[in-house]
Structure formats: structure tokens, C-alpha cells
């Protein structure tokens, strides 16, 4: 036969297959969420997440160290109080005391310039109804008033020693909010990692039980409808506007095509966010024997990054770190 267009000539041999492989991942595109709960006194497994843990402050720091020697870009930080130290405003936030604030001022010192710390901005941890947010006297949560909560979080967490605070809140203009109130008091080099689009999904499931989340109801009145794809340009657009540092899509897989277009638009670097639910499927597939464990957790931190996320939080960061070098 001759004549015909012969696509598998470029997929011949592995050297081939190298040569001309579009799309890479490495270790320094890989971000790891981390959990550190207050009360601890070492690690704690997450039954709906196995192999990921909550942390004491040691264990965090000792977690930390080994990620970033395994040459993971930066570690995402969320803090988890002890229930009775959450209330309606989400005080522990913004105290410096706080379990997420204190993790951070050791972490700073330990791993510090090492890595870029990272502070998840956001009150659901912190609230005893579980909002992201402070509510108003009909129960609905208040923009405004969430957005001074807001920048009395970031500028606690930018004190003690974040690089980059990750806004995931979804309240309008908490970007610019946030931007300004860093400005005002030292902290213009703390930058912003901005949840553009962040969807209200049911894949987020494993990790309100990771950080013990009392949230009744849903967000849907504020994260996205995962019907839409144009208000995600425009949320981009804002952020764009506001100051974002970095832009993230949350979910990646069952979001992909938003991922394109994001990055497509985007004039800073744009993050993708593998979030519990995506860990938890592949690892209980995997577990039965249905899957390839190795196989699906890289090519799906692949895919991710084709759409277009030049930054991947997974909570596989410093596994396949390991698996990369
Ligand atoms: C909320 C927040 C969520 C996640 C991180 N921060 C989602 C939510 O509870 O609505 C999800 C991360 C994951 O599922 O891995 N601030």
C-alpha cells in the first residue's frame, strides 16, 4: 500500500514516542494539598481519602520536607480546629494562634524559601454552619461581610509567612478585596492564587470529611452551576481584573473543557485542582483491581495538564514526584 498518511511512523519505538511527545509533566507543576488539625499528636488516616492524612504540626512539617526533597512545586495548607473552636465568623481564621496560622509560621521557618507556601483563604473550616462564609440574619451568606473576614484571614496568614493565599471562597470581588487589604498593611509580595472557577460539585465529598466540614446544605449560591461554561470566562475575567496572581479551575477531570478555555484567555499562570473526589475514585478502583493505579494517576495528571493547567494541585504531588525523576 502506498500513499496513505502513516500517523504511527511517531509511534514506532519509545525514543520515537519521547521525541515527539506534546506535553510533559514534572515534579515542579505538582502542588499538595495538606491538612493540619489542631489536637493531634501525630498523623491521622482519612477514611474516604486512604493514604492521605491529617497532620499534627510535626507531622506536617516532616510530610513537607519529604514533598519538597521529592521536588514538588509548593504545598497547599488547609487547618482543620478543633470543633469547639469553631463559631458563626470563623474566629480561628484570622487568629494567629489559629491551627492554620501556626502551622504556617513553622513551616515558613522550616521549609520556608524552599517552597512556595500556600494558604487555603476560606472560612468553611473555621465556621460552625460550615459556609464558606459569615451569614446574614435570613441565613444567607453575606458577600460583604465575608469579603472583611476575608482580608483579616489573608492578612494573618501573609504574617505568617504564605506566598501565595488561595482564594476559594467564591464571594464576589474577593480578589480585589483581598488585594487591597494585603496592600494596605506591608504585604504587596503575597500573591493571590485565585479559584476562578470553582463548581459546585458533588465530587468534593471525601473532603469535608478531611476537614471534619459541618456544613448542612450546599454552595450552591455561590460556586458555579457545572451546567455553565460562559460565567467561568467571566469569573476569570474578574479575577484577571481584581489582581490575580494565578487563576485555578476546581474541579479538573469532569472539567476539562473549562480548563481549555481558561488557559486559552488567561495572561497569568492558570492551576488545576484534582480534587477529593477524583483522589478517592481512581484509588477505590484501583484497589479492586479494576485499574491501573500507577497508569490512571499519571495519565490523568497529564490530561490535566493538555487542557492547559501549567499547575496541578493533586494529592498524589510528591508520589508521583518520585515516579517523575
Ligand atoms: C472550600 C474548599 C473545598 C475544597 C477545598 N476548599 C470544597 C468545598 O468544600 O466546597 C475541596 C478540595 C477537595 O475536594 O479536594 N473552601
Known amino acids: ?17 519521547r521525541l515527539v511527545a506534546e506535553t510533559s509533566l514534572e515534579p515542579r507543576q505538582l502542588v499538595l494539598p495538606m491538612f493540619v488539625a489542631d489536637g493531634l499528636d501525630g498523623p491521622r488516616d482519612i477514611s474516604s481519602m486512604p493514604g492521605v492524612q491529617q497532620h499534627s504540626i510535626d507531622s506536617l512539617c516532616k510530610a513537607a520536607d519529604a514533598a519538597v526533597t521529592a521536588g514538588v512545586g509548593g504545598l497547599m495548607i488547609f487547618g482543620v480546629p478543633k470543633p469547639e473552636d469553631k463559631d458563626a465568623n470563623g474566629t480561628q481564621a484570622s487568629d494567629p494562634d489559629g491551627i ?11 521549609v520556608g524559601d524552599a517552597t512556595v507556601l500556600m494558604a487555603d483563604t476560606c472560612l468553611d473550616e473555621f465556621t460552625d454552619h460550615g459556609h464558606c462564609g459569615v451569614l446574614a440574619a435570613d441565613g444567607s451568606v453575606d458577600n460583604d461581610a465575608t469579603l472583611d473576614r476575608y482580608v483579616e484571614m489573608a ?42 472557577a470553582k463548581y459546585a460539585s458533588a465530587f468534593y465529598g471525601p473532603f469535608r470529611e478531611a476537614v471534619g466540614s459541618s456544613l448542612q446544605g450546599d454552595r450552591r449560591t455561590y460556586q458555579q452551576d457545572p451546567a455553565n461554561r460562559r460565567e467561568a470566562i467571566r469569573e476569570l475575567d474578574l479575577d484577571l481584573a481584581e489582581g490575580a496572581d494565578i487563576v485555578m479551575v476546581k474541579p479538573a477531570m469532569s472539567y476539562l473543557d473549562i480548563l481549555r478555555e481558561v488557559a486559552d484567555r488567561s495572561t497569568v499562570p492558570v492551576s488545576a485542582y484534582q480534587i477529593s473526589g477524583e483522589y478517592a475514585m481512581i484509588t477505590a478502583a484501583a484497589e479492586r483491581g479494576w485499574i491501573d493505579r500507577r497508569g490512571a494517576i499519571l495519565e490523568s495528571l497529564l490530561s490535566i495538564r493538555r487542557a492547559g493547567a501549567d499547575i496541578v494541585l493533586t494529592y498524589w504531588a510528591a508520589e508521583a514526584a518520585h515516579w517523575l525523576v
Open 1 to 17: 500500500m502506498t500513499g496513505i498518511d502513516r500517523p504511527r511512523r511517531l509511534r514506532r519505538t519509545p525514543a520515537m514516542r
Open 100 to 110: 492554620l496560622n501556626r502551622a504556617l509560621r513553622r513551616l515558613s521557618a522550616e
Open 155 to 196: 492578612r494573618a496568614q501573609a504574617a505568617a509567612g504564605a506566598h501565595l493565599l488561595g482564594a476559594s471562597g467564591m464571594m464576589d470581588g474577593q480578589v480585589g478585596a483581598i488585594r487591597l487589604g494585603l496592600d494596605s498593611e506591608g504585604f504587596a509580595d503575597t500573591g493571590i492564587l485565585a479559584y476562578a
